[in-house]
């Protein structure tokens, strides 16, 4: 695609954000929310993704990930970021966010946000604007982010039961998203974000017992050496590009070289197949039905007024006030 026709078609996409933002209606968020208090946040988390991304690509995985695995347990108010305490074991030492990276990013831009105004910008809009930058350096759409969002003060590892697991199949996704309010499209084109990324060999090695149906000969064969022997922490790629948002992904689920049995069901149940060949044949398609399940996402059980702060350091819950 030439640069005119792919600058046309992010245009048309910060359209139908616009348009995805006004169908939402009444939210505690807004466009341009630091305008005022804090000009530069974009710009700063921006700068900080960018040069993340340019020592290592495979950020923009960790990034996205992060900002779903915040907003599906609890909504989106950053308690996938605070650390485990004495008497508290936080989200982030759960088994299943063991693997979650980049916390380091967004320790950065924090420390730049609170030098230049102390107190301001949440780490929960840090982990959607993040996010956002960070799919979009990766290949992805852009989208504006509504800012606005506020941080939890509870973080427990038992909430994570809320996250979906590798092994389940279309129609529970279509349930456990639908009751976040996610049409099954947008749970088709969210499960996208899985262009990006690896996974380690105890996510997936079910598939290579019972489900050589449905997977490739020759990605069985790969998988099973990657995974043989003491393979713990042994990883393998969602799909053939996974440092760029594409369209590869439903492409390879076509090919039955779905990595989870939770990507390869998405083609394999009637339910959802058809919206992997649309897809899979019309990228910008996907692009567009993927900013629109993230920025219904990125407004998931949003703590108001008094329910949420703006945390001084993404992993400590403030302290009290002492008055
Ligand atoms: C549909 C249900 C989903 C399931 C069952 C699922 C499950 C998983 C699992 C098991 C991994 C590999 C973890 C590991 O072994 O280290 C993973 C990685 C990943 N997931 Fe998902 N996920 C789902 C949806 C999503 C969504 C909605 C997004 C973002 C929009 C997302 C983004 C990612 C990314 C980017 C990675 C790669 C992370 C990295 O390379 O560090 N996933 N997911």
Not at 51 to 63: I, M, Q, S
Not at 80 to 98: C, M, R
Not at 167 to 194: E, K, P, W
Not at 215 to 241: E, I, M, Q, W, Y
Request: aromatic residues 8%; neutral net charge; proline residues 4%.
């Amino acid at each position: 695609m030439g640069t005119t026709n792919k600058n046309l078609v992010r245009f048309l996409l910060a359209v139908q954000a616009a348009a995805v933002m006004a169908g939402l209606g009444a939210s505690a968020l807004s466009m341009d929310y630091y305008g005022m208090s804090c000009p530069y946040t974009e710009w700063i988390v921006r700068g900080v993704v960018s040069e993340a991304l340019r020592k290592d690509p495979t950020l923009a995985a960790g990034l996205l990930r992060l900002h779903f695995h915040d907003c599906f347990v609890q909504g989106c108010d950053a308690s996938v970021l605070i650390d485990s305490t004495d008497g508290n074991t936080a989200e982030k030492d759960a088994p299943a966010n063991k693997s979650l990276r980049g916390y380091e990013v967004i320790d950065r831009i924090k420390e730049i946000l609170e030098s230049q105004c102390p107190g301001i910008v949440s780490c929960a809009d840090i982990l959607a604007l993040a996010a956002r930058d960070a799919v979009f350096m990766a290949g992805g759409p852009y989208y504006r982010v509504p800012s606005g969002r506020r941080d939890g003060t509870r973080s427990n590892a038992a909430d994570t039961v809320a996250l979906p697991a590798p092994v389940l199949n279309a129609s529970t996704l279509i349930q456990l998203f639908g009751s976040h309010g996610f049409t099954t499209q947008d749970m088709v084109a969210l499960s996208g974000g899985h262009t990006l990324g690896v996974a380690h060999c105890a996510a997936f090695k079910n598939r290579l017992q019972s489900e050589t149906a449905t997977l490739d000969a020759s990605l069985a064969a790969k998988l099973g050496s990657t995974c043989g022997g003491d393979s713990s922490s042994a990883t393998a790629p969602f799909d053939r590009t996974s440092t760029a948002f594409d369209g590869v992904y439903f492409k390879e689920l076509q090919e039955r070289r779905g990595l989870l049995s939770s990507d390869q069901t998405l083609f394999e149940s009637p339910e959802t197949k058809g919206i992997v060949n649309s897809f899979a044949a019309n990228p910008g398609y996907f692009f567009w039905a993927f900013q629109q399940g993230m920025l219904k996402m990125g407004q998931l059980d949003l703590k108001e007024g008094d329910k949420g702060e703006v945390r001084k350091k993404c992993s400590v819950v403030n302290p009290p006030p002492t008055w």
